[in-house]
């Protein structure tokens, strides 16, 4: 009897997982594949060709760059000071940098909006001066910095707190000064984290919807992200275009996910 | 390479500060995060005051607003609910009996965090739709899934899934077989095992990732206004109600209500991780997590 | 060291891998053109401003040849899109849903105050008004105002605070209860009142609220502007809607204006202004009366009667003007939050 149920019940509990993924998960994902493909592939890759999804495209991969870029420096900065030094208030800087995970996308957006929108503390002086933030790409920047702001740091964290700091100091006495311990001892050894969470960071800031929705203006062919696009087409009925360009937001998170599961695969071998 | 380093440590104990480059590095964080997290948090600490108390005390007698929070913590709640089992399931699934493509499925859990907000939106709003391919069966059986606080749970439950899962897993990965083991050589049956041993120890991984899911989803925007129909008093959650006041101009009731959200987000997230420590204390030592 | 060498490698993968994603795409951001205007819009000026926009150039090249122009629509609730030009967006003309929306932009010193006078008919290229769109066959029987507020009927009709429509849905309404005899603004409040209560979503657009009627199946009945209702009834489902036009309406007159300071910053004045001409000729009319926006030109009037169904209409001059509706109804405090306060 316990033999038997033994064996039967791994067998339920898969099945019944496997159907709540696919109920849950894989559903939504085949729908968009589905309604971009309505009318064939051809008519979804004309629609991208569009000017104003051309655009979109341009903007969303630029911003991702350049917030990429910047959140990875600092998230390196921010992982190596706390794992590699002993300070007081350090706790708190934690706290604060993990903060923005629980603030709301709306609130990343409008927070901006308070220091550069026209209403705003210094909006109305920089735009006298000609410097456009809110409503303009700049904006767009500051709000998807935010809402991608802990990622790096936090992927990092953890494996460079089990690296200890035994390598570093052995590479300042041998003669190593600060950026080529960091550059040659450190991050190399935790370049799969890295690795993983400039990944992540890459597949927040550009799917990110409600912060840049906010600060954005919408105006298509300059300030409207791939997202936002998502949902002028959308509104403007235009369900097969509006599918085609999910689709390829998908697609871009799968290859993300999947490239992150590889190289946590690799590390776990490296490190069992 | 590695005695010498153990030799040079010995030669120089630890001080405070062995390695360079500590104020450079120290302050390109502190230049990093004040920048991009302290200065945008502090205007909105301090906006909605700057005209005195007035817009504060109106988002607080605002019953449209308790409305949305309520809207917003009940959906965020039963998501969560909904997510624990289903979580613990698929945890429990993909590292006890590895079935096939569990690697695939492994993967498959990441897609809701990585897949764009507004893309799950309009998918789950076609979905769930009157003509979808799951609204069109749940509407003969008189069931209104999407454009009702139904779909707000829908879209939340999806948000929320792959932070329980992945709270869950290491846990259970590292959890030492010899104890279940010694538990079942005791007598123990299988549903008990689960109770009595492993329930407990996977409480805090549980409970820190609910903790996550919750406040992610009281503050779900993308997601969630495709699908929740976003009716004043009825489905109208916080995030949507703040852009709302937004383009209605109205700044100061805008910057209230995303003051009084975040502030209950963190108030919530400071309870729960209290409860995991009060938890994790009283039931088994956490050292694996 | 074998190890190291090879993380390095994963080290460089990543830096390589970013710089290609910035260098890629920031370096390929040119336009043709010579002129890029932004044409900020209200919601059911989609489909018409794109043919506006393909069709000017050709007009505008008549008379200077050589130049390109691109034209770029924006749009979205009518309020919420005046707000975003006062914010910043660097709108050359602003085509919105009414006048107030334009008036907050010349106080804000972004055009001169007399900005209406500017161009014929108040600056108003076409007109519209406000009907109802219901299921095919009217199975709920509506077809005057009263039977909005019947037991069991739904109202899809848009925030009056962010949308244009709304606000002419709404005065609609209330002009309708303050034409009925012995009606007064407290029969009209309690009028709205019951009709609010009758509304179970409430988006922040026109074109929102057509998706939800139209898309999501919500309610019984669309309020909604004539273009939008023919729109949805001839083009989007010829065989789901019936377009209900009711005795009395209001006259709804979305105005154009060219945004003075902006334009003088792009050096976009001269073609601005064209662009709105445009608007104003007997080609920009017949593009108008194609998307069921009524023309202003009697000569394009006749010619398009037939499209068109008759109905009396009272216009917002009649109510009291903008300037004191928006203050009375839906300002902070006003007649709508206080039929929404419970």
């Given at each position: ?33 589905h309604e971009a493909l309505r009318q064939g592939l051809h008519t979804a890759f004309e629609t991208l060709k569009d ?222 | ?39 945008p948090l502090t205007a909105l600490l301090l906006r909605p005051w700057q005209h005195g108390i007035g817009p504060m ?233 | ?189 309690a009028y709205l009142k019951a009709l609010f209560a009758h509304v179970p979503v409430l988006d922040t657009g026109a ?136």
């Open positions: 009897m316990t033999s038997q149920s033994s064996r039967i019940i791994p067998i339920v509990l898969t099945l019944l997982s496997y159907t709540i993924i696919g109920l849950l998960i894989v559903l939504p994902v085949a729908l968009i594949l000017p104003e999804a051309r655009s979109a495209i341009r903007l969303t991969a630029c911003v991702t760059a350049i917030v990429t870029v910047i959140n990875t420096a600092g998230g390196i900065a921010a992982a190596w000071t706390l794992t590699k030094y002993d300070f007081r208030g350090a706790r708190l800087l934690v706290s604060l940098i993990e903060l923005p995970i629980s603030v709301s996308p709306v609130i990343a957006g409008l927070v901006w909006l308070l220091l550069f929108g026209r209403q705003g503390w210094w909006g109305n002086w920089l735009g006298h001066h000609g410097l456009h933030i809110a409503f303009a790409v700049p904006g767009i920047v500051l709000a998807t910095l935010f809402v991608t702001f802990p990622y790096v740091a936090r992927t990092l964290m953890p494996y460079m707190e089990q690296q200890g700091r035994a390598a570093e100091e052995a590479a300042f006495l041998f003669g190593a000064g600060f950026w080529k311990t960091l550059i040659h001892v450190t991050l190399p050894d935790a370049g799969w984290a890295l690795l993983s969470g400039v990944l992540l960071t890459t597949a927040r800031a550009m799917g990110e919807f409600g912060a840049v929705a906010v600060i954005s203006g919408h105006i298509p062919g300059v300030t409207e992200t791939m997202p936002l696009h998502i949902e002028t087409l959308y509104n403007g009925y235009q369900s097969v275009a509006a599918f085609a360009m999910a689709a390829l937001l998908v697609l871009v998170a799968m290859t993300t996910v999947l490239i992150r599961m590889f190289l946590e695969r690799s590390f776990r071998k490296q490190h069992p | 390479m590695k005695p010498l380093t153990v030799t040079g440590l010995r030669y120089f104990p630890r001080r405070r500060q062995t390695l360079p480059g500590f104020s450079l590095s120290l302050g390109l964080t502190l230049l990093w995060t004040g920048l991009l997290v302290v200065l005390l109106h988002a607080l007698h605002d019953a449209r607003m308790y409305a949305a929070l309520r809207v917003s913590f009940i959906c965020a709640f039963l998501a969560v609910l909904i997510d624990l089992p289903i979580g613990l399931l698929l945890a429990w699934t993909l590292v006890r009996y590895r079935p096939p493509g569990h690697r695939a499925v492994d993967a498959l859990i990441d897609l809701p965090f990585a897949i764009p907000t507004a893309v799950t939106g309009i998918a789950l709003a076609t979905l769930y739709g009157p003509g979808g391919w799951i609204g069109a069966p749940a509407g003969k059986l008189g069931l209104k899934l999407a454009f009702s606080p139904a779909g707000i749970v829908i879209a939340l439950t999806f948000i929320g899934l792959p932070f329980i899962v992945r709270s869950v897993e290491p846990v259970l990965r590292s959890f030492p077989k010899d104890v279940e083991e010694a538990a079942f050589l005791l007598g123990a049956s299988g549903w008990q095992r689960f109770c009595r041993i492993l329930l407990p120890a996977l409480a805090p991984p549980l409970l820190s990732g609910a903790g996550l899911a919750f406040a992610r989803g009281i503050g779900e925007y993308g997601s969630v206004i495709f699908i929740a129909g976003n009716q004043p008093f009825h489905s109208e959650v916080t995030p949507l109600l703040i852009v709302m006041r937004l383009q209605e101009f109205n700044y100061d009731g805008a910057t209230s209500i995303a003051l009084i959200l975040l502030v209950t987000a963190l108030l919530c997230l400071v309870a729960v991780s209290h409860l995991r420590r009060s938890v994790s204390s009283g039931l088994v030592r956490e050292d694996s997590a | 060291m074998k190890i190291l060498s090879s993380r390095r490698y994963t080290l460089k993968g990543t830096l390589a891998l970013a710089a290609a994603l910035i260098a890629g795409p920031c370096l390929s951001a040119a336009h043709a053109a010579d002129y890029h205007l932004l044409n900020v819009s209200y919601d059911p000026t989609r489909e018409l401003y794109s043919d506006i926009n393909h069709a000017f150039p050709a007009f505008w090249s008549r008379t200077h040849s050589g130049d390109s122009v691109v034209v770029t629509s924006s749009h979205g609730g009518s309020g919420a899109q005046a707000r975003s030009v006062l914010e910043g967006a660097p709108a050359d003309v602003v085509t919105l849903g009414l006048a107030y929306d334009i008036d907050i932009l010349a106080q804000n010193g972004l055009l001169a105050t007399d900005w209406q006078k500017r161009l014929p008919h108040n600056s108003t290229p076409y007109t519209s008004t406000i009907v109802f769109l219901v299921r095919k066959g009217n199975p709920k029987n509506i077809h005057d105002w009263p039977d909005l507020i019947r037991d069991g009927i739904q109202v899809v009709t848009p925030n009056p605070k962010t949308s244009g429509g709304a606000r002419w849905n709404y005065l609609a309404a209330w002009g309708w209860a303050l034409h009925q005899p012995g009606g007064t603004e407290q029969s009209a409040t074109r929102g609220a057509t998706n939800s009627f139209v898309q999501r199946g919500l309610g019984d009945v669309l309020i909604a502007w004539e273009d939008e209702a023919l729109l949805a009834s001839r083009d989007l489902g010829p065989d789901k809607f019936d377009i209900v036009v009711p005795p009395l309406t209001i006259l709804a007159e979305p105005p154009v204006a060219t945004v003075d300071r902006n334009v003088q910053e792009h050096g976009t004045e001269a073609v601005s202004r064209a662009y709105l001409d445009f608007l104003f000729s007997p080609e920009g009319q017949r593009i108008g009366a194609r998307h069921y926006f009524r023309p202003v030109d009697p000569a394009i009037q006749a010619e398009t009667a037939a499209v068109f169904p008759h109905t009396t209409t009272f216009d917002v001059a009649s109510l009291g003007g903008w300037t004191r509706l928006q203050k009375a109804h839906f300002s902070d405090g006003g007649v709508f939050d206080q039929i929404y306060s419970h």
